[in-house]
Protein backbone atom coordinates (compact mmCIF):
# COMPACT_ATOMS: atom_id res chain seq x y z
CA UNK A 1 0.00 0.00 0.00
CA UNK A 2 1.47 3.52 -0.94
CA UNK A 3 0.50 6.27 1.17
CA UNK A 4 -0.73 9.23 -2.10
CA UNK A 5 -1.71 12.58 -1.47
CA UNK A 6 -4.75 13.15 -3.13
CA UNK A 7 -5.36 16.78 -3.30
CA UNK A 8 -4.29 19.73 -1.17
CA UNK A 9 -7.14 21.76 0.52
CA UNK A 10 -7.91 23.90 3.76
CA UNK A 11 -8.08 21.47 6.67
CA UNK A 12 -9.83 22.70 10.08
CA UNK A 13 -7.06 21.04 11.99
CA UNK A 14 -8.04 22.31 15.32
CA UNK A 15 -10.85 19.20 14.66
CA UNK A 16 -8.65 16.53 15.01
CA UNK A 17 -7.11 17.65 17.77
CA UNK A 18 -9.05 16.32 20.56
CA UNK A 19 -7.06 18.74 23.19
CA UNK A 20 -9.12 21.73 22.15
CA UNK A 21 -12.71 20.47 21.22
CA UNK A 22 -12.47 18.22 24.40
CA UNK A 23 -15.30 19.51 27.36
CA UNK A 24 -14.44 22.02 29.47
CA UNK A 25 -15.37 22.19 32.96
CA UNK A 26 -17.67 25.13 33.12
CA UNK A 27 -15.81 27.95 35.71
CA UNK A 28 -15.54 31.23 34.51
CA UNK A 29 -12.37 32.74 36.02
CA UNK A 30 -12.29 36.57 36.84
CA UNK A 31 -10.14 38.72 34.61
CA UNK A 32 -6.39 38.81 36.19
CA UNK A 33 -3.22 39.79 35.96
CA UNK A 34 -2.53 36.49 34.87
CA UNK A 35 -4.85 36.91 31.88
CA UNK A 36 -3.23 39.91 30.71
CA UNK A 37 -2.44 39.51 26.34
CA UNK A 38 1.37 40.50 26.78
CA UNK A 39 1.94 37.04 28.77
CA UNK A 40 3.14 34.31 26.02
CA UNK A 41 0.68 32.00 27.55
CA UNK A 42 -2.24 33.51 26.45
CA UNK A 43 -1.77 32.70 22.65
CA UNK A 44 -3.49 34.10 19.68
CA UNK A 45 -2.93 30.87 17.54
CA UNK A 46 -0.41 30.50 14.97
CA UNK A 47 -2.63 30.80 11.13
CA UNK A 48 -4.12 27.87 9.77
CA UNK A 49 -2.00 25.54 7.65
CA UNK A 50 -2.55 23.77 4.39
CA UNK A 51 -2.60 19.68 5.21
CA UNK A 52 -2.54 17.48 2.65
CA UNK A 53 -5.50 15.18 2.56
CA UNK A 54 -4.54 11.67 1.80
CA UNK A 55 -6.79 8.50 -0.18
CA UNK A 56 -9.11 7.94 2.29
CA UNK A 57 -8.89 4.00 2.29
CA UNK A 58 -5.76 4.06 2.57
CA UNK A 59 -6.09 6.10 6.02
CA UNK A 60 -9.04 3.74 6.83
CA UNK A 61 -6.59 0.57 6.25
CA UNK A 62 -3.47 1.90 7.86
CA UNK A 63 -5.49 2.43 11.29
CA UNK A 64 -7.17 -0.85 10.85
CA UNK A 65 -4.35 -2.65 10.44
CA UNK A 66 -2.59 -0.55 13.51
CA UNK A 67 -6.02 -1.39 15.75
CA UNK A 68 -6.08 -5.06 15.13
CA UNK A 69 -2.37 -5.40 15.60
CA UNK A 70 -2.61 -3.76 19.14
CA UNK A 71 -5.66 -6.15 19.54
CA UNK A 72 -3.86 -8.84 19.00
CA UNK A 73 -0.47 -8.10 20.62
CA UNK A 74 1.29 -8.22 17.35
CA UNK A 75 2.52 -4.15 17.15
CA UNK A 76 5.85 -4.30 16.84
CA UNK A 77 7.32 -3.02 20.08
CA UNK A 78 10.31 -0.88 20.35
CA UNK A 79 13.53 -2.94 20.62
CA UNK A 80 15.88 -1.42 23.31
CA UNK A 81 19.78 -1.78 22.39
CA UNK A 82 21.13 -4.95 24.36
CA UNK A 83 23.80 -2.57 26.42
CA UNK A 84 20.52 -0.58 27.48
CA UNK A 85 18.82 -2.95 28.34
CA UNK A 86 21.14 -4.12 30.82
CA UNK A 87 21.60 -0.58 32.00
CA UNK A 88 17.84 -0.03 32.65
CA UNK A 89 17.92 -3.83 34.64
CA UNK A 90 20.74 -2.21 36.55
CA UNK A 91 18.22 0.72 37.85
CA UNK A 92 16.43 -1.39 38.33
CA UNK A 93 17.86 -3.22 40.87
CA UNK A 94 18.25 -2.28 44.33
CA UNK A 95 21.96 -1.81 44.68
CA UNK A 96 22.96 -0.06 41.62
CA UNK A 97 25.78 1.73 40.89
CA UNK A 98 25.61 4.48 38.39
CA UNK A 99 29.21 3.87 37.58
CA UNK A 100 28.31 0.93 35.75
CA UNK A 101 25.59 2.45 34.01
CA UNK A 102 27.53 4.92 32.95
CA UNK A 103 29.70 2.25 31.32
CA UNK A 104 26.98 0.68 29.15
CA UNK A 105 25.76 4.03 27.97
CA UNK A 106 29.40 5.09 26.16
CA UNK A 107 28.59 2.13 24.24
CA UNK A 108 25.80 4.07 22.26
CA UNK A 109 27.16 6.70 19.97
CA UNK A 110 25.95 9.42 21.03
CA UNK A 111 23.82 8.57 24.08
CA UNK A 112 26.36 10.29 25.99
CA UNK A 113 26.04 13.71 24.79
CA UNK A 114 22.45 13.45 25.27
CA UNK A 115 22.67 13.13 28.96
CA UNK A 116 25.07 15.98 29.32
CA UNK A 117 22.63 17.86 27.19
CA UNK A 118 20.21 17.61 29.62
CA UNK A 119 22.17 17.77 32.97
CA UNK A 120 23.65 21.05 31.26
CA UNK A 121 19.92 22.22 30.41
CA UNK A 122 18.65 25.21 32.10
CA UNK A 123 16.25 23.10 33.88
CA UNK A 124 19.23 21.12 35.47
CA UNK A 125 22.01 23.27 35.60
CA UNK A 126 23.49 24.46 38.77
CA UNK A 127 26.07 27.09 36.87
CA UNK A 128 28.86 25.13 36.73
CA UNK A 129 29.05 22.59 33.31
CA UNK A 130 28.92 19.35 33.49
CA UNK A 131 31.27 17.30 31.58
CA UNK A 132 31.77 13.85 32.90
CA UNK A 133 29.06 11.11 32.08
CA UNK A 134 30.06 9.48 35.62
CA UNK A 135 29.01 12.83 37.20
CA UNK A 136 26.17 13.28 34.89
CA UNK A 137 24.10 10.67 35.64
CA UNK A 138 24.05 11.28 39.92
CA UNK A 139 22.59 14.10 39.37
CA UNK A 140 19.52 13.54 36.68
CA UNK A 141 19.04 10.61 39.16
CA UNK A 142 17.31 6.71 38.24
CA UNK A 143 13.90 7.58 36.62
CA UNK A 144 15.65 10.80 34.17
CA UNK A 145 18.41 7.96 33.22
CA UNK A 146 15.83 5.34 32.63
CA UNK A 147 13.69 7.70 30.55
CA UNK A 148 16.36 9.25 28.10
CA UNK A 149 17.53 5.80 27.60
CA UNK A 150 13.82 4.64 26.12
CA UNK A 151 13.35 7.86 24.22
CA UNK A 152 16.99 7.35 22.74
CA UNK A 153 16.06 3.65 21.91
CA UNK A 154 12.71 4.89 20.28
CA UNK A 155 14.93 7.04 17.88
CA UNK A 156 17.45 4.44 16.77
CA UNK A 157 14.24 2.09 15.83
CA UNK A 158 13.80 4.42 13.47
CA UNK A 159 17.18 5.60 12.10
CA UNK A 160 18.01 5.26 8.75
CA UNK A 161 14.48 5.81 7.43
CA UNK A 162 14.44 9.16 5.31
CA UNK A 163 11.14 9.35 4.74
CA UNK A 164 10.42 10.54 8.57
CA UNK A 165 13.42 11.63 9.37
CA UNK A 166 12.23 15.12 10.06
CA UNK A 167 8.99 13.77 11.46
CA UNK A 168 10.71 11.93 13.96
CA UNK A 169 13.23 14.32 14.55
CA UNK A 170 10.17 17.24 15.49
CA UNK A 171 8.85 14.41 17.72
CA UNK A 172 11.92 13.69 19.84
CA UNK A 173 12.50 17.16 20.32
CA UNK A 174 8.84 18.26 21.35
CA UNK A 175 8.99 15.19 23.49
CA UNK A 176 12.35 17.02 24.97
CA UNK A 177 10.65 20.08 25.50
CA UNK A 178 7.39 18.90 27.17
CA UNK A 179 9.65 16.76 29.90
CA UNK A 180 11.63 19.77 29.87
CA UNK A 181 8.51 22.43 31.06
CA UNK A 182 6.68 19.58 32.90
CA UNK A 183 9.70 18.91 35.04
CA UNK A 184 9.92 22.31 35.91
CA UNK A 185 6.18 23.03 36.35
CA UNK A 186 6.49 20.19 39.07
CA UNK A 187 8.93 21.48 41.11
CA UNK A 188 6.16 24.33 42.13
CA UNK A 189 3.31 22.89 40.89
CA UNK A 190 2.94 18.76 41.62
CA UNK A 191 5.89 17.75 43.35
CA UNK A 192 7.38 15.10 41.43
CA UNK A 193 9.31 16.36 38.67
CA UNK A 194 11.18 13.25 37.96
CA UNK A 195 7.90 11.33 36.89
CA UNK A 196 6.49 14.32 34.74
CA UNK A 197 9.99 14.42 33.01
CA UNK A 198 9.52 10.32 32.16
CA UNK A 199 5.75 11.20 31.23
CA UNK A 200 6.69 13.78 28.71
CA UNK A 201 9.33 12.01 27.43
CA UNK A 202 7.19 8.83 26.82
CA UNK A 203 4.24 10.60 25.76
CA UNK A 204 3.77 10.86 22.19
CA UNK A 205 5.95 7.49 22.36
CA UNK A 206 3.19 6.15 20.40
CA UNK A 207 3.70 7.90 17.21
CA UNK A 208 7.11 6.45 17.24
CA UNK A 209 5.87 3.13 17.29
CA UNK A 210 3.21 4.24 14.80
CA UNK A 211 6.10 4.64 11.85
CA UNK A 212 8.26 1.83 12.75
CA UNK A 213 4.87 -0.07 11.77
CA UNK A 214 4.35 2.09 8.86
CA UNK A 215 7.65 1.78 8.13
CA UNK A 216 7.62 -2.45 8.51
CA UNK A 217 4.26 -2.95 7.39
CA UNK A 218 3.50 -1.03 4.40
CA UNK A 219 5.17 -0.42 1.23
CA UNK A 220 5.82 2.76 1.41
CA UNK A 221 7.54 4.58 -1.22
CA UNK A 222 11.52 5.76 -0.78
CA UNK A 223 9.86 9.58 -1.37
CA UNK A 224 7.14 11.31 -1.37
CA UNK A 225 6.63 14.32 -3.18
CA UNK A 226 5.65 16.90 0.79
CA UNK A 227 6.52 16.43 3.51
CA UNK A 228 5.05 14.04 6.56
CA UNK A 229 4.59 16.59 9.60
CA UNK A 230 3.52 16.21 12.57
CA UNK A 231 0.26 18.12 11.57
CA UNK A 232 0.00 15.76 8.58
CA UNK A 233 0.50 12.88 11.09
CA UNK A 234 -2.65 14.16 13.25
CA UNK A 235 -4.78 14.48 10.44
CA UNK A 236 -4.32 10.74 9.10
CA UNK A 237 -3.70 9.31 12.87
CA UNK A 238 -6.34 11.05 15.03
CA UNK A 239 -6.07 9.82 18.69
CA UNK A 240 -4.36 6.83 17.90
CA UNK A 241 -1.19 7.42 19.13
CA UNK A 242 -2.07 7.77 22.59
CA UNK A 243 -3.53 4.03 22.58
CA UNK A 244 -0.29 2.63 20.78
CA UNK A 245 1.92 4.94 23.05
CA UNK A 246 0.49 2.95 26.12
CA UNK A 247 0.77 -0.19 24.36
CA UNK A 248 5.04 1.00 24.52
CA UNK A 249 4.73 2.00 28.20
CA UNK A 250 3.08 -1.40 29.23
CA UNK A 251 5.82 -3.24 27.38
CA UNK A 252 8.43 -1.35 29.47
CA UNK A 253 7.37 -1.19 32.60
CA UNK A 254 7.14 2.72 32.90
CA UNK A 255 4.19 2.34 35.42
CA UNK A 256 0.75 3.01 35.94
CA UNK A 257 0.87 6.63 36.11
CA UNK A 258 3.54 7.65 33.45
CA UNK A 259 0.55 5.01 31.17
CA UNK A 260 -2.16 7.09 32.43
CA UNK A 261 -0.35 10.20 31.60
CA UNK A 262 0.49 8.81 28.02
CA UNK A 263 -3.36 8.00 27.27
CA UNK A 264 -4.56 11.32 28.74
CA UNK A 265 -2.35 13.86 27.86
CA UNK A 266 -5.26 15.34 25.35
CA UNK A 267 -7.84 14.38 26.81
CA UNK A 268 -7.33 14.69 30.45
CA UNK A 269 -10.38 12.87 31.50
CA UNK A 270 -8.54 10.65 33.88
CA UNK A 271 -10.59 7.82 35.67
CA UNK A 272 -8.76 7.41 39.18
CA UNK A 273 -10.58 4.69 39.89
CA UNK A 274 -8.24 2.39 37.59
CA UNK A 275 -5.68 3.39 38.77
CA UNK A 276 -3.70 2.79 42.57
CA UNK A 277 -3.18 5.97 42.74
CA UNK A 278 -5.42 8.53 41.94
CA UNK A 279 -4.35 11.56 42.21
CA UNK A 280 -0.94 10.80 40.62
CA UNK A 281 -2.49 9.62 37.51
CA UNK A 282 -4.47 12.33 37.20
CA UNK A 283 -2.33 15.12 38.11
CA UNK A 284 0.68 13.37 35.88
CA UNK A 285 -1.82 13.73 33.07
CA UNK A 286 -3.04 17.67 33.63
CA UNK A 287 0.75 17.86 33.85
CA UNK A 288 1.56 16.50 30.56
CA UNK A 289 -1.06 18.40 29.10
CA UNK A 290 0.20 21.22 30.21
CA UNK A 291 4.00 20.69 28.89
CA UNK A 292 2.26 19.45 25.60
CA UNK A 293 0.38 23.14 25.58
CA UNK A 294 3.43 25.18 26.58
CA UNK A 295 5.49 23.98 23.88
CA UNK A 296 3.57 23.89 20.79
CA UNK A 297 2.66 27.71 21.86
CA UNK A 298 6.25 28.10 22.38
CA UNK A 299 6.56 26.64 18.54
CA UNK A 300 8.13 23.37 19.83
CA UNK A 301 6.02 20.72 18.69
CA UNK A 302 2.17 20.60 16.31
CA UNK A 303 -0.07 23.77 15.76
CA UNK A 304 -1.64 24.85 17.46
CA UNK A 305 -4.45 27.81 18.17
CA UNK A 306 -5.66 30.20 20.32
CA UNK A 307 -5.03 29.58 23.87
CA UNK A 308 -5.09 30.74 27.19
CA UNK A 309 -3.40 28.75 29.57
CA UNK A 310 -5.61 29.83 32.85
CA UNK A 311 -8.87 29.00 31.09
CA UNK A 312 -6.95 24.82 29.70
CA UNK A 313 -9.08 22.19 31.90
CA UNK A 314 -5.84 20.76 33.26
CA UNK A 315 -4.76 24.04 34.49
CA UNK A 316 -8.11 24.89 36.54
CA UNK A 317 -8.18 21.31 37.54
CA UNK A 318 -4.58 21.53 39.22
CA UNK A 319 -6.37 25.17 41.10
CA UNK A 320 -2.55 27.48 39.83
CA UNK A 321 -2.29 29.76 42.36
CA UNK A 322 -3.11 33.03 40.40
CA UNK A 323 0.05 35.36 41.64
CA UNK A 324 3.44 37.04 40.84
CA UNK A 325 5.54 34.46 41.86
CA UNK A 326 3.52 32.22 39.36
CA UNK A 327 3.96 34.56 36.57
CA UNK A 328 7.80 34.93 37.33
CA UNK A 329 7.59 31.39 37.06
CA UNK A 330 6.20 30.91 33.96
CA UNK A 331 7.86 33.96 32.47
CA UNK A 332 11.35 31.57 32.55
CA UNK A 333 9.35 28.52 30.45
CA UNK A 334 10.64 30.43 27.28
CA UNK A 335 14.24 30.34 28.00
CA UNK A 336 14.39 26.98 28.59
CA UNK A 337 12.68 25.29 25.38
CA UNK A 338 15.86 25.90 22.89
CA UNK A 339 16.59 22.52 23.96
CA UNK A 340 17.56 19.74 20.32
CA UNK A 341 19.51 16.90 20.30
CA UNK A 342 21.18 15.77 17.37
CA UNK A 343 19.64 12.94 15.50
FE1 LIG B 1 0.17 13.70 21.64
FE1 LIG C 1 2.88 16.07 22.24
Redesign the pocket.
Same mark, same amino acid.
Given at each position: MVLKKKVIKKVDISKTDSSISRQKPNIRLQMSDVENDDYWWNFKGYPPIDVPEFDAIDKNLIINDIQSRLASGSLPIIEIPENLLKAIRLLDSPDFDFHRVADLIERSPGLAGEFLKVVNSPLMSRGYPIHDLKNALPRLGKVKVKSLLYIYSAKMNLKGNSLFDELVADIVNHSYVVAIISSYLSQRFFADPDSAFMAGLL +? $?I??LAILKSLSENFNLPKKLDFKVTNETFAYIFPEL +??QVGVYIARHWNAGETVEAAVRH +? +?DVCVDGSMYDDPDMAEKLSYMTNIG $?TCARILGKGRWIGPVRLFREAAVIQMDWEQSWTTIEYLNVIPGMVDFKIDM
Open positions: +H $DGK +HE +H +H $D
